[in-house]
């Protein structure tokens, strides 16, 4: 059983940037793909970005390219998603995801993944 941890939300202006950690109590979280996805109120769950086990693939929905990052830290067991240039329409529920999955891949896809966080909530204001 792989428990996660988000933290770093919060209430921020447009514009601002905020960045997001899940930690994660599995010691070999380099063998797990992670994603990070969000819900806005009245909306379904949706991809944001996702990393495959050995950090190499990323991919990335296309309201955040360009703006989030997502990277890992398998060495303190922590995933992290930089948000840049939020905007009023990022507010959600933050969630990450673990799934043990092929070392290459990075999943889009949330029913592949096999453990979930309880989320962060980032509120940005305009």
């Known amino acids: 059983q792989v428990q996660l941890v988000e933290s770093g939300g919060g209430l921020v202006q447009a514009g601002d940037s905020l960045r997001l950690s899940c930690a994660a109590s599995?010691?070999?979280?380099?063998?797990?793909?992670m994603g990070w996805f969000r819900q806005a109120p009245g909306k379904e769950r949706e991809f944001a970005a996702a990393?495959?086990?050995?950090?190499?693939?990323?991919e990335y929905s296309d309201s955040v390219k360009g703006r989030f990052t997502i990277s890992r830290d398998n060495a303190k067991n922590t995933v992290y998603l930089q948000m840049n240039s939020l905007k009023p329409e990022d507010t959600a529920v933050y969630y990450c995801?673990?799934?043990?999955?092929?070392?290459?891949?990075?999943?889009?896809?949330?029913?592949?993944?096999?453990?979930w966080g309880q989320g962060t909530q980032v509120t940005v204001s305009s």
């Open positions: 599995e010691r070999t979280l380099s063998s797990y793909a």
């Open positions: 995801a673990a799934h043990l999955g092929a070392y290459y891949v990075a999943y889009r896809g949330p029913d592949v993944y096999d453990y």
């Open positions: 990393i495959s086990s050995r950090g190499g693939n990323t």
